[in-house]
Every structure is written in C-alpha cells, then in structure tokens.
C-alpha cells in the first residue's frame, strides 16, 4: 500500500499568515493527489485535485503543488473559516489511501 | 440539489451486522463511481471502497475486504454497505463520497461530493 505521511501533524497560524502543508507518498503517486478540508460534524470539503487543481468554489488564497511523491499545500491570508483539519489522499492506485491529517489551529 | 445522505447507522454489538444506506439526489447517479470513507473518533480519513457506475470494478481496504460489501442500485439512486463481522475498530462516522470523474472504468479522480455521515458503533 502507498503511504501517505503528511507534515506536521499541528500547525498554530494566525488569521493573516501563510501557511504550507507537506505531503510525501511512499511512492510515486503522479500527480493523482487530492486536498481536503474536514471540520467536526461537517463533511470532508474537496480543495484541490491532481495535485494542484483548484476545485470550483474554492477560494484563491488556497493552492497546491507537487508531483510525484511530495506535494505542497498553501494557504495565503489565512481567514478565520481555515482553521480546519486538512488530509491529502492519493488516487493512484487502490487500495486509496490518506494522510494521517494536519490540524491548522489558531495561535 | 445535489447532495448524498446516509442512513442506517446505531450500535450493534461485536460480531454483529448492519447495513448502511447513501441516497443520492440532484445529479444522474448512474454515470458515478461511489465510495464508503470512514473516519474513527480522533483518527483521519480511511477509504472503505469503491464501486464503479456499473457495479463492474469493486475494491475493498484490506481492513474490511471478506466482511464488507459494497453494492448499489442506479434505479434507486442509492448506495449500500454491508457490514458483517463488525469489530470495536469499526466504530466511526461512514460517509458515501462521488467521485468526480465520469468514467466507468478506472483511473477515476477524486471525491468532490461528500454526504454527512452516518455514525457506526460496535461495542457490547
């Protein structure tokens, strides 16, 4: 199965900042990578696709990067509605597998 | 409107079963690969399964691969999953995802259509 390890596991910013997630595959997964924002009791919100695809509704403060095995996620200008939980997933291959999860916590 | 809802979930006691429902609404269901992720308190994402639009390409996780089945009916516009042999590693919320590509044989895309889950608990 391909791991997905994501880095770090906790980030503490503050509404303003930019910040960066890491995510690296065990192998090489293309650039057959998802982002996703996942919030308590709210279901998981697709942010980006093929590594650095925006999805349609999403704002512009948030981009991506990456191929391969490492794959950055950016958010610029952090709003209060960020602080989020965000995961990485690779589709390349079954089974699917998902990053263990960055928290994005207010300082 | 385009939205997923799951149904079925509640306690169920180890070694026992259930079965979990996603009706979808708003878009032609019959054209999507549909997915099970799940989620245990305080733990990430997990992807449960996939199923493509014709019921033709299905994957397990090894987690469950033998005791889950996957399975849908287009003409009802509804996903199921049958849990049996559950285990307290089980517990968490299950969600049904679409996939995004219309497409009816792999490589497909990514999940851009979630439900809001439908929360399992195992435990005696």
């Known amino acids: 199965d391909i791991q997905m390890t994501q880095s770090p596991s906790t980030l503490s910013a503050s509404v303003g900042d930019r910040v960066t997630i890491t995510c690296r595959a065990s192998?090489?997964?293309?650039?057959?990578l998802a982002w996703y924002q996942r919030k308590p009791g709210k279901a998981p919100k697709l942010l980006i696709y093929r590594a650095s695809m925006l999805q349609r509704g999403v704002p512009s403060r948030f981009s991506a990067s990456g191929s391969g095995t490492e794959f950055i996620l950016t958010i610029n200008s952090l709003q209060p509605d960020d602080f989020a939980t965000y995961y990485c997933?690779?589709?390349?291959?079954?089974?699917?597998?998902f990053g263990q999860g960055t928290k994005l916590e207010i300082k | 409107e385009v939205q997923l809802v799951e149904s079925g979930g509640g306690l169920v006691q180890p070694g026992g079963s259930l079965r979990i429902s996603c009706a979808a609404s708003g878009f032609t269901f019959t054209t999507y690969t549909m997915n099970w992720v799940r989620q245990a308190p305080g733990k990430a994402l997990e992807w449960v399964s996939s199923i493509s639009s014709s019921s033709a390409d299905i994957y397990y996780a090894d987690s469950v691969k033998g005791r889950f089945t996957i399975s849908r009916d287009n003409s009802k516009s509804s996903l199921f999953l049958q849990l049996h042999s559950l285990r307290a590693e089980d517990t968490g919320v299950y969600f049904c995802?679409?996939?995004?590509?219309?497409?009816?044989?792999?490589?497909?895309?990514?999940?851009?259509?979630w439900g809001q889950g439908t929360m399992v608990t195992v435990s005696s």
């Open positions: 192998q090489s997964v293309w650039s057959w």
């Open positions: 995802a679409r996939d995004q590509a219309i497409s009816p044989r792999p490589p497909w895309d990514a999940f851009d259509l």
């Open positions: 997933q690779q589709y390349d291959t079954f089974p699917y597998t």
